[in-house]
């Protein structure tokens, strides 16, 4: 037998958890983990994995009922850790979801409208117990894998309370029960510990899922060493709000904390809850949309700093159900922390990876985890920081993102030579003010968006000539402009568009018919999958990115300041981040208009807006197209 450093290219055995060493000459042999060519390899039988589950106390007590509350966890691992000795590291994936999900009404958007939408059945799907493919591939290579019923959904007690401290607190004791620091009891209420834990673990998830990694991660917890969170939320502002104003998830207007709160909360006896998720409703506030102690209590990213795990960041760039925008001020703040970390920007939109990159996939997570759960030196922490998708299946990599080298440019909105169209120019020029007209719900950004060349009541439109090299947007652009508004709505809506037919990807996937095998099979789940691919559609534009702002909220997004009708303000926002390449011979275009229909809250048409071209400006980040 030999040590990795001896030889990386041969098998090499060692104690899960411990660094590889020579055993002393007559030891008997003890479980083994095999690692070769740098990674773990799959030597345990999921068929013969042993099961068990266990309700973990907590330090939260969110159903005021004056007993702590406890969370569920279902365990496979394999069978050595019962019949050998063997001690493992422990991937978790904890999710409200696992019991199912309820239909709930949303809330109204149509201002004057009280008539509320019901949410469509199946949300977000009933999961199976031990779904996906985690226990199909890592279980085999010596690693635990757990699902963990967030507060007041499933087996655990609690309230549901939409990523506050309560829900932190829970996601947090299952890495703690997994270090031997908090109890847990078998159904038949025998106290049981996890003796066969490392106490190294990882979590993974996608959506809510991968929003609970951000959470127990920034409880500081000891324990927990990497993280891979899938578009998920480090801010539920940033997920229902939006400067200052009531924002939908993209395809789920209405939707909100108590909303999401009664979607997840199948709990026994879920009647207790009724009075957290009034409160919940209460607070939210969706008369102003501002920033208020409940939406700090859902905020991590000023607690990136207390992360001891290593972090990779996946999103999609297409997704406007959790937008780009949570993943990015998540990655920024554990930049500043010092925290390790990766990052993954695909095409899809709301979704993983794993059915259109599906060996990549696996072997980064798995080198991710096999570096901070058995501390084998595979070089993941060493390659390229950035995996961009630039288009369906062609990726590049990059040091950081931004890119290095991305710096700022301010393009003038400018009148045209008839006023409207406009032109988006690097020098400004002054003109007449010119206005629009709200349409309310009548017409969808996109159904605003024709026409580019004709002027329309219902928008402002400024357009670069057709560019003579590619042009990368690579960050947060920013709208600065010198408006006033007149009416009831107090949105003002900033769309940045790639103007110019080409084929370009929607964030769909569908199914190529391929069957892939990636792990080991039982009954009734064969560990293989089928290959999507992704979907594109040819279309005279596509719009890169969207920027919202309450008016009201023009220097503050915790404060809403009245809004005198006709006179004008600065008003500065940001945009969704995101990197796009506009192709030569397109034009970028940025299009102002007021409600959005498919994202903000809709007051009665009419609404006047005027802006003052040559003084209004937007920032764009901009790198190398072909810049790494």
Avoid at 203 to 226: C, D, E, F, H, W
Avoid at 346 to 370: C, G, I, M, S, V
Avoid at 454 to 467: E, V
Wanted: charged share 25%; with cysteine.
């Amino acid at each position: 037998m030999i040590t990795l450093t001896a030889a990386l290219l041969a098998t090499t055995a060692l104690p899960a958890g411990a660094a590889p060493t020579r055993p002393a000459r007559g030891a008997e042999t003890a479980p083994k983990v095999t690692v070769r060519d740098g990674e773990t390899q799959p030597v345990f039988s999921r068929a013969d994995a042993v099961t068990q589950t266990v309700s973990i106390e907590t330090t939260a007590d969110s159903d005021h009922d004056g007993v702590r509350d406890r969370v569920e966890m279902r365990i496979m691992r394999p069978k050595e850790t019962d019949t050998a000795g063997l001690k493992v590291p422990t991937i978790l994936e904890a999710s409200p979801y696992w019991a199912g999900t309820h239909n709930v009404p949303n809330h109204p958007v149509d201002i004057g409208d009280a008539q509320a939408k019901a949410l469509p059945g199946g949300k977000r799907g009933v999961a199976d117990v031990f779904p996906g493919y985690y226990d199909n591939y890592f279980l085999p290579r010596g690693y635990a894998i757990a699902n963990l019923d967030s507060i007041g959904t499933g087996g655990s007690t609690g309230c549901p309370t939409a990523g506050d401290r309560s829900e932190q607190a829970g996601a947090k004791a299952a890495v703690d029960w997994l270090n031997g620091r908090a109890k847990g009891w078998a159904p038949d209420g025998t106290p049981v510990e996890a003796g066969w834990s490392t106490g190294n673990v990882g979590m993974i998830g996608q959506s809510y899922n991968g929003t609970l990694p951000n959470m127990a991660a920034a409880t500081g917890v000891r324990g927990l060493k990497a993280i891979v969170p899938i578009a998920g939320i480090s801010s539920w502002y940033d997920y229902y709000r939006a400067n200052g104003g009531v924002l939908a998830p993209g395809g789920y207007q209405g939707e909100d904390l108590d909303v999401m709160a009664k979607i997840v909360l199948t709990r026994k006896d879920p009647e207790v809850c009724a009075k957290v998720i009034d409160a919940i409703a209460a607070g939210q506030d969706r008369e102003t949309g501002d920033y208020s102690d409940v939406w700090e209590q859902r905020d991590y990213v000023d607690q990136a700093r207390k992360v001891r795990a290593a972090v990779m960041v996946v999103h999609g760039l297409n997704d406007w159900n959790v937008k780009v925008k949570n993943s990015v001020q998540w990655w920024n703040a554990l930049k500043e922390a010092g925290v390790p970390r990766k990052l993954w920007l695909h095409q899809a939109n709301h979704a993983t990876p794993f059915r259109w990159r599906l060996e990549e996939w696996l072997r980064q997570t798995h080198h991710w985890f096999d570096r901070y759960l058995y501390g084998l030196r595979n070089g993941i922490d060493k390659e390229p920081r950035v995996d961009i998708e630039r288009a369906p299946g062609q990726w590049e990599t990059a040091k950081d993102w931004p890119v290095p080298g991305t710096r700022t440019v301010s393009f003038s909105l400018n009148a045209g030579a008839s006023g409207q169209p406009g032109v988006l120019g690097e020098r400004p020029r002054h003109g007449d003010d010119q206005s629009l007209v709200d349409a309310g719900k009548a017409r969808s950004a996109e159904e605003l968006l024709v026409n580019e060349d004709k002027a329309d009541p219902n928008r402002l439109a400024y357009l670069t000539p057709a560019l003579e090299e590619p042009l990368r947007v690579n960050g947060i652009p920013q709208m600065s402009v010198r408006a006033s508004l007149d009416g009831r709505s107090p949105y003002l809506t900033a769309l940045l568009v790639d103007y110019g037919t080409d084929t370009r990807p929607t964030g769909a996937r569908s199914d190529t018919g391929e069957r892939v095998c990636y792990g080991q099979g039982v009954p009734g789940d064969d560990g293989c999958t089928t290959r999507q691919a992704l979907l594109t559609e040819t279309a005279p534009f596509k719009i890169i990115t969207r920027g919202w702002l309450d008016a009201r909220n023009r220097h503050d997004p915790g404060r809403t300041e009245q809004i005198e009708a006709g006179e004008t303000y600065r008003f500065r926002w940001d945009f969704e981040p995101t990197d796009y390449v506009v192709k030569a011979g397109h034009r970028l275009g940025v299009v102002v208009l007021s409600t959005d229909r498919d994202y903000t809250l809709r007051y009665p048409a009419g609404t006047k807006v005027v802006l003052t071209p040559g003084t209004s400006r937007l920032l764009l980040p901009l790198a190398r197209a072909s810049g790494r």
